[in-house]
C-alpha cells in the first residue's frame, strides 16, 4: 500500500492507521526514518517508531488527516476524527 506520489501519502497514511495494523503503518516508513513523538522526543528506526505508533493504535481511535499541501519535511497533529 506505499503511496506513490508525496501528495498521497496524507491519506495513505490515514487509511493504514485507521486498519489498526502497525504492520500496514511500518510499510510506510524507510528503516532508518525518523518521527518526533512530540517536541524534543525523537525517535530513530522501525522499531522505535512501532513501539510509539503502537501507542497510539492501542488508543483505537481513527484519525483523519486534513493536508492542503504536502512536503517532504511536515509536521503533523493528532486529533480525533469527527464524530469521536
Known sequence: MPATQQEAMPATFEQAFNTGD??????LYESDAV??????????????IREVL????????????????CWSRATW???PAPGN
Open 22 to 27: 502497525i504492520n500496514q503503518v511500518l510499510e
Open 77 to 79: 497533529r493528532w486529533s
Open 54 to 69: 503502537s501507542g497510539f493504535l492501542a488508543l483505537k481511535l481513527p484519525i483523519h488527516l486534513n493536508a492542503s499541501a
Open 35 to 48: 518521527l518526533v513523538q512530540e517536541p524534543g522526543q525523537v525517535v530513530h528506526g522501525t522499531p522505535a
